[in-house]
């Protein structure tokens, strides 16, 4: 039975060298004529839009098209979209008016891909020139058939949550060799294994990537990571931002308990560990050496914020767990392309 991973792959880690779980089903690719479709999804984000079309507009490899997957959104982000058909070649751009939930918003850019790999980028987050080729290198001399990246966080500005959020970071290396997922904020997948294994489970407000690498994994297909090229992903710098992704996290691990019991077991809700602070010991290493950096203030007050990111964990799995009982869930909670995107 697989353990269930309660975060969404900001914890302590630090990035290391490449590496690649047990393949046994390498995807038959070649690296320089392979297609690779890009979904972008994306919800009320304009600017950070422009900031991940602008980056994927000048990429190295030659053989790309880009899938704009606008989630419903209400504001001029549509708009901004249509301006980037005339910079770059092969561009669609796909609305998902049915479901507002970044996993059926990728699954609809899927079921518009053309490409033998879809690599998968959030709106908001930057990707050097040379990623979709690092990628690409990376699957096929793997063998792997899901490959995730270095994910760096850059903090806009210095509030307590920017810090915490900054620091913490994706550890996408760790999350690959020991819990089988990498972030969908920037992932690149074989379209053989969707073939194999399906898509998203669109029906979870978090935590469906961590569903989906599992599931490719177990059905065995090699899952690698890759810190040759890192993407840039803006740090969540509000509190009410911060706190709303982890309780969305939370009712995630109660959403794949309830949807998949024989895959993950469900945890005690109110153990007297998950309600206490930190460990005060342990909490400076998820920081490394940048905890030295830190005014005594900003220490406390980024205690206080993990703190609290842990109790809107169990708020969320409190709320899922009493409200929608044994139904089915909708993904209705998990909104893309907002400033700060996220799982």
């Known amino acids: 039975m697989q353990t269930p991973v309660e975060d969404d792959g900001r914890s302590d880690g630090e990035a290391g060298a490449a590496s690649t779980t047990a393949a046994t089903r390498p995807p038959d690719l070649d690296p320089t004529t392979a ?11 304009a600017e950070g839009l422009e900031r991940t079309l602008s980056s994927l507009a000048a990429q190295s490899h030659d053989d790309y098209e880009v899938i704009v997957v606008d989630n419903d959104s209400t504001d001029r982000t549509l708009a901004r979209a249509r301006e980037w058909e005339r910079d770059i070649d092969h561009f669609m751009i796909v609305r998902e008016t049915d479901v507002q939930g970044s996993y059926a918003a990728r699954n609809t850019g899927l079921e518009h891909a053309a490409g033998d790999v879809i690599a998968f980028v959030d709106a908001d987050v930057w990707v050097p020139n040379d990623w979709l080729s690092a990628g690409l290198e990376t699957m096929t001399a793997s063998g792997a058939g899901y490959v995730g990246c270095r994910v760096d966080l850059s903090l806009e500005a210095r509030t307590l949550p920017g810090l915490y959020d900054a620091h913490v970071g994706f550890p996408v290396e760790r999350y690959v060799t020991e819990n089988r997922f990498a972030p969908t904020c920037a992932l690149f997948v ?22 989906f690498g599992q599931r490719v994994a177990a059905a065995g297909w090699a899952l690698a990571y890759t810190d040759d090229v890192a993407v840039d992903h803006p740090a969540r ?14 009712r995630g691990v109660e959403q794949r308990a309830r949807r998949y019991p024989d895959r ?6 109110w153990h007297p560990i998950g309600l206490c602070p930190p460990h005060p010991g342990r909490f400076p290493a998820l920081f490394g050496d940048a905890w030295g950096g830190l005014r005594y203030r900003e220490r406390l007050g980024v205690y206080a914020v993990g703190h609290l990111v842990r109790l809107s964990r169990i708020a969320g799995r409190a709320l899922e767990r009493f409200s929608r009982g044994d139904r089915v869930p909708t993904d209705r909670g998990d909104r893309v392309g907002t400033t700060t995107t996220g799982r």
């Open 190 to 211: 074989a379209r053989a294994v969707f073939e194999d294994v399906g898509a998203f489970d669109a029906t979870l407000v978090s935590g469906g990537d961590v569903e």
């Open 264 to 269: 993950y077991e469900p945890r005690a809700l």
């Open 237 to 250: 710098t509000g509190l009410r931002s911060l706190l709303g992704k982890h309780r969305r996290v939370g």
């Open 35 to 45: 297609l690779v479709s890009v979904v972008v999804p994306v919800y009320n984000d």
